[in-house]
């Protein structure tokens, strides 16, 4: 890596990580003037007469005014403080606040605002009203942290497709060299597993395409399920066997026509007097078809069932 593409990564990673600082902070001196304000040590100022919750000042504490001796600056802390917070803010600011953040968790998503809504709309008791408040309170902050996790995860899921491509694409690079370099005699031995590769590298393909377009939703449990490695390893295995089925299949001309190989002699590369070796027509074509039937899921039992259908009607 060179130093520009260098510096503008850490550069990039910097000022991001600084954008988080500056949100958390600010957040922590909203927090901590609601407190000041409503948290009072004389019981008799507070709502309902409630006693000073001390752990909401270490939850809030600056790092920098008490030289470092607080927690680490974590989103979780200032969530838990504005939990306990709820208990003593006025009865009018719990409307205000109510209604900010019915909006922001309609925004988020948080599958439980709607039902929420209506409890609190239904509900004219002061004390109804900020136990549906606390409880939106506690899904939105669940919701916060869960896509701070996703985010993570679809880091993690993204580097790990490079990883595989990676891999593939250098593999792709020194086989294509050697096919060009060395002599005709004995190339045409590697046709199958020229065709075992291209099936994993178009299931590896669907993967990627797949990632790509869902990229911007993709949740803990769907990387989980659909991204993880064993998962993606499984993917190439499948695609790797269909391309291999379908190679015997054109092999032995069950099936055929114009767009599949159809001389099993002529699949193999064929030197010409270029100074390297090309493919022909028909080893080009198999290897177009075993990357498509690993690309798609339906190419290779859409074809057996076809051959299963004419097997049944010849009988």
């Known amino acids: 890596m060179d130093l520009l593409k260098w510096f503008t990564l850490s550069s990039s990673r910097v000022t ?25 040590s004389d019981a008799s100022k507070n709502r309902n007469g409630l006693p000073k919750d001390g752990k909401i000042d270490a939850l809030i504490a600056d790092r920098a005014a008490d030289g470092g001796k607080s927690p680490e600056r974590t989103w979780e802390r200032l969530y838990e403080a504005e939990q306990r917070l709820g208990r003593y803010i006025p009865d009018k600011l719990v409307t205000s606040e109510a ?15 709607e039902e929420l809504k209506k409890a609190y709309l239904a509900d004219t008791t002061p004390d109804g009203r900020r136990a549906v408040y ?16 996703d985010r993570r995860m679809r880091r993690i899921a993204a580097k790990r497709m490079n990883n595989f491509g990676a ?12 096919f060009m370099c060395v002599e005709d005699k004995g190339v045409a031995t590697w046709h199958i597993p020229a065709v075992i590769y291209f099936g994993a590298l178009g299931a590896f393909f669907s993967r990627i395409a797949s990632f790509q377009a869902k990229a911007a939703t993709l949740d803990y449990d769907l990387i989980e399920q659909d991204f993880a490695a064993w998962a993606i390893t499984v993917r190439l295995f499948i695609g790797s066997i269909a391309a291999a089925i379908l190679y015997l299949l054109v092999v032995s001309k069950l099936i055929g026509g114009e767009l599949f190989p159809t001389a099993p002699e002529k699949l193999a590369f064929v030197f010409k007097d270029l100074g390297y070796n090309l493919p022909t027509f028909d080893f080009a074509k198999l290897l177009v078809w075993s990357f498509v039937a690993g690309f798609s899921e339906r190419l290779l039992p859409d074809q057996l069932t076809r051959l299963e259908a004419s097997t049944q009607a010849a009988k």
């Open 16 to 40: 991001a990580q600084d954008n988080q600082l500056a949100l958390w902070e600010a957040y922590r001196i909203q927090l901590s003037v609601l407190n000041d304000a409503h948290n009072s």
């Open 99 to 113: 209604t900010k953040r019915f909006v922001e968790a309609a925004k988020l998503g948080v599958t439980s605002h």
């Open 134 to 149: 606390l409880s939106l309170l506690d899904d939105l902050h669940f919701r916060y942290i869960k896509r701070g996790l």
């Open 167 to 178: 891999v593939l694409l250098a593999i792709l690079i020194v086989v294509v060299v050697a």
